[in-house]
Structures are given as structure tokens and as C-alpha cells.
């Protein structure tokens, strides 16, 4: 079955320390997104791509950086600038149907930073 | 005043009773999802909307394009169904292909 996965489910990370979440999708999927979600607030877009070897910031980039080396994978680095990176963190695809855009998610990454 | 907001933030429902979630927005939008969240954090699409009424199961969604409105509605609940609802609406302006996110509606069904 087609999806989108994420990995590692849970992360712990020294502060101070850079570290990658990884997304990949076998969907065919040319965009690809990834989200931020903190206690009582919707999802932030941090970085989307919508094509290979092409990315944009998004909403709340700043600390983050990613990569679109290959069109299903996208991974996200949490770099030591970002000042508080605790968070969930989701990765998202889409494509264009006649109805409209659908998107798939995955199961997300909950990184805590000690 | 955000542009996608929802009601309510909290629902707390008994097994089998009708439930309606209700999303609002305020800009141009080419389509609307509903999505669902279980504890462990996953997001599940449920629908895409762009006009009218569709239903999958127990699962009824809605939308009023003229009152930028739209309802997600359970019949029959239960405590499966308990999880967080979110709206989320897509521009229709092409805004970095952007979804703009409802802060969501958490759903405790109790048996």
C-alpha cells in the first residue's frame, strides 16, 4: 500500500545537537510538506517542496533546513539555532485531482530536546 | 482573527449520540478537509470537499461555500470515534500550494 512514513516515532536529542527527521512517501507525490504542532495550536508549515531539488520556507522556518534530493524523500534537519524544537513534527504530501488538492500525512515524529 | 477557526474546542459526548463540529474560515479556498488525529499523533484524511455533502459511513461532512461554513457531523458515536478533528482549507490563490490549518476540536466519547 501506498503512504507516507515517518521515522523515528519518537526522538530525544541532546540540546545543542542538529538532528534529521526523515520522511519518504511511495506515493508519486511531487509536493511535499512538513508541519510543526505545539500544545493547542494548528499545524505550521515549516518547509514545503514541490518539486525535486527545489524547496521554499514556509511559516516558521527559521532553525530548520531540508533537502529534496529524490522525490520520495524529504527529509528535515532540526538544527542547534532553532530555540525550542520540542514539538510534533509532520510530514505531508499532495497531489491534484479533478476535485480539488488531497493530501496524505504521516504518523509524525515527537522530538523532545533535554 | 485566525482563518480557519472551529467549534468547539472540546466535546465530550456519550456512546451513540449525534455529534456536529463546525468550521468556519475567512479567505477564498479551493477545497476543505477534515482531518482526524488519534492520541498517538497520526493525521488521517476523512474528506475533501468543494462543494455540497459527502458521507462515508457514520461520517457526514458539509460544506456552504457563500457562508464559508462547514460541518462535520457523527452519527451513532463511540468511544473509537474519540480524537481530535481538524479543518483544514486550501487557498485558492497560489500560496506556496499551502494548507491553512484549523486549531482543531478534541472528541472524548464515553461508553
Known amino acids: 500500500d501506498g503512504g507516507i512514513t515517518q521515522s523515528p516515532k519518537y526522538l530525544f536529542r541532546k540540546e545543542g545537537q542538529n538532528v534529521t527527521l526523515s520522511c519518504e512517501q511511495n506515493?508519486?507525490?511531487?509536493?511535499m510538506y512538513w508541519y510543526r504542532q505545539d500544545p493547542g495550536q494548528g499545524l505550521r508549515l515549516i518547509y514545503y517542496?514541490?518539486?525535486?531539488?527545489?524547496?521554499q520556507k514556509g511559516d516558521i522556518a527559521e532553525g530548520y533546513s531540508v533537502s529534496r534530493e529524490k522525490k520520495e524523500s524529504f527529509p528535515l534537519t532540526v538544527t542547534s539555532a532553532q530555540k525550542n524544537p520540542t514539538a510534533f513534527y509532520l510530514c505531508?504530501?499532495?497531489?491534484?485531482?479533478?476535485?480539488?488538492?488531497?493530501?496524505?500525512f504521516g504518523q509524525g515524529t515527537r522530538l523532545t530536546v533535554v | 482573527k485566525n482563518e480557519v477557526e472551529q467549534s468547539p474546542q472540546n466535546l465530550t459526548a456519550q456512546e451513540g449520540e449525534f455529534i456536529t463540529i463546525n468550521c468556519s474560515y475567512s479567505?477564498?479556498?479551493?477545497?476543505l478537509h477534515w482531518l482526524q488525529q488519534h492520541p498517538g499523533g497520526g493525521i488521517v484524511s476523512l474528506f475533501m470537499l468543494s462543494s455540497g455533502k459527502k458521507k462515508h459511513g457514520r461520517l457526514i461532512a458539509t460544506i456552504n461555500i457563500q457562508e464559508k461554513h462547514s460541518s462535520l457531523h457523527i452519527t451513532a458515536s463511540h468511544p473509537r470515534d474519540s480524537a481530535v478533528y481538524i479543518c483544514a482549507v486550501r487557498r485558492t490563490y497560489n500560496y506556496g500550494q499551502n494548507f491553512v490549518f484549523g486549531p482543531g476540536t478534541r472528541l472524548s466519547v464515553l461508553p
Open positions: 479567505v477564498g479556498i479551493s477545497a
Open positions: 517542496s514541490q518539486i525535486v531539488n527545489d524547496f
Open positions: 505531508a504530501s499532495s497531489i491534484v485531482r479533478q476535485g480539488g488538492t488531497e493530501a496524505f
Open positions: 506515493l508519486n507525490h511531487d509536493a
